[in-house]
């Protein structure tokens, strides 16, 4: 039974069938039934890549909306750093920050000044003996539930650090009770601003036990309009912002590798190019690394599908805005700039069924193989996805599965119809 809550939603009546989804899902979560997708919810990994390919827009990202957040008495915005790069001839983030409060929010944490406590405590992660090497960022929830599902063997090298925006949520929660002691818990709401379905992913399910202190994601997209109509140049803008260079650097590809200050690093952005590194590292034929990051969206955060701008764009726009900023605002206290505390850590990696895994037994498993290549040898071999299948070797899989028939190959059907009609002019 999938008991994971997933961010990506398909309209049925907008699909057509054309296959476009099926041929660009990284982890062929996809099949065309009955002339629409179907998506398989436990391959799924909320990537968003059939929401950027659909040409019909039959795939749609579901997040919260903004009036989630009229249940609580004080309300926390938590900005990610791709929305600075979503505003033209933007010189100033205080504009975007003050913009937030202007539309109802009752405060702004920047997740970008999280993100650099993030990068210091990494660099103190990397140092500690026993860490497996390469290590692998935690911060793209995507590349997290691909790392489970079809990479189990690399589990371990993944970081055990909280994304910053966990981390902000936190710091956000802990700012507004020591300042406003008459507020119950309850009674304070956090809002992250989203570039991706991922992160709504990750706040509805959690993390491995851990429960997100995310109240509502919402799509940078659905907010944009509202905040650009209150970005207004004035002199009442408040100096609000309090993250540097390498804050801002998280949303883009290479933001978060180059802060841990160390050259052993590999970045990659888009999920054809993570899942090559993946297989890389798995195999090993790749150097010694210290660091990896990877980014499932194309460019890095800028590239998530809940965003309003062309991530190249966005990432020019956020060069140009980096070069007034001093490096860094935030760096961890005196009293624990030797250790990283629990509230940057999680304990345990979340555990699902590896999609390569057949069956539970090893001699069901086997044989289950033995028959996919079987039937793999006798199919055309074109990949051309007529039948439902990505390619011929999942048409193979899902018949062995019994979740389709030899005859859904339509050229191996007019082949042998072919064959059938010649013997019986021969006759």
Not at 25 to 53: F, K, L, M, S, Y
Not at 123 to 138: N, W
Request: proline share 6%.
């Amino acid at each position: 039974m999938n008991t994971y809550e997933h961010s990506v939603y398909l309209d049925v009546e907008k699909c057509c069938g054309c296959t476009t989804c099926l041929k660009h899902c990284p982890t062929e979560a996809i099949r065309i039934r009955d002339g629409h997708a179907v998506i398989n919810q436990d391959r799924c990994i909320d990537c968003g890549e059939c929401i950027r390919v659909c040409p019909h827009n039959a795939k749609k990202a579901v997040c919260g909306k903004l009036s989630a957040m009229d249940k609580f008495k004080w309300k926390i915005a938590l900005p990610a750093p791709t929305l600075y790069g979503q505003f033209e001839n933007l010189d100033d983030v205080d504009y975007v920050l003050d913009g937030l409060l202007k539309i109802g929010f009752d405060d702004v944490f920047e997740v970008a000044a999280a993100a650099e406590l993030v990068s210091a405590y990494t660099r103190l992660y990397l140092k500690t003996e026993g860490v497996k090497k390469p290590a692998i960022s935690s911060a793209c929830p995507v590349v997290i539930r691909l790392i489970g599902l079809r990479f189990p063997s690399l589990t371990d090298n993944i970081i055990h650090m909280l994304p910053p925006m966990e981390v902000a949520a936190a710091l956000a929660r802990e700012k507004a009770e020591k300042e406003h002691p008459e507020l119950k818990p309850e009674e304070i709401g956090v809002c992250f601003i989203s570039p991706c379905p991922a992160k709504v992913s990750y706040v509805k399910n959690g993390f491995a036990g851990y429960k997100s202190k995310v109240d509502t994601v919402v799509s940078i997209n659905d907010i944009y309009l509202q905040l650009i109509a209150k970005m207004k140049p004035d002199n009442d803008v408040k100096p609000l912002s309090n993250s540097g260079v390498i804050g801002i650097g998280w949303a883009t590809s290479g933001g978060e590798a180059t802060a841990i200050f160390n050259e052993n690093y590999l970045a990659a952005d888009g999920i054809d190019n993570v899942i090559r590194v993946l297989d890389q590292v798995e195999n090993g034929n790749i150097p010694p690394l210290e660091f990896i990051e990877l980014n499932a969206c194309t460019g890095g955060c800028v590239g998530g599908v809940m965003t309003m701008q062309n991530p190249f764009i966005a990432k020019a726009r956020l060069q140009s805005l980096r070069r007034y900023l001093p490096v860094s605002q935030n760096s961890p206290s005196k009293e624990e700039s030797g250790y990283i505390p629990d509230g940057y850590i999680f304990n345990e990696i979340p555990t699902y069924k590896p999609i390569s895994r057949l069956s539970d037994s090893m001699a069901e498993s086997m044989r289950m193989m033995a028959d996919i290549q079987r039937l793999r040898d006798t199919l055309p071999g074109i990949d051309c996805g007529s039948c439902g299948a990505p390619n011929c070797r999942a048409l193979a899989e899902d018949i062995v599965k019994k979740h389709a028939c030899l005859e859904d190959c339509l050229i191996r059907l007019k082949k042998d119809s072919g064959k059938d009609g010649e013997e019986e002019n021969d006759g």
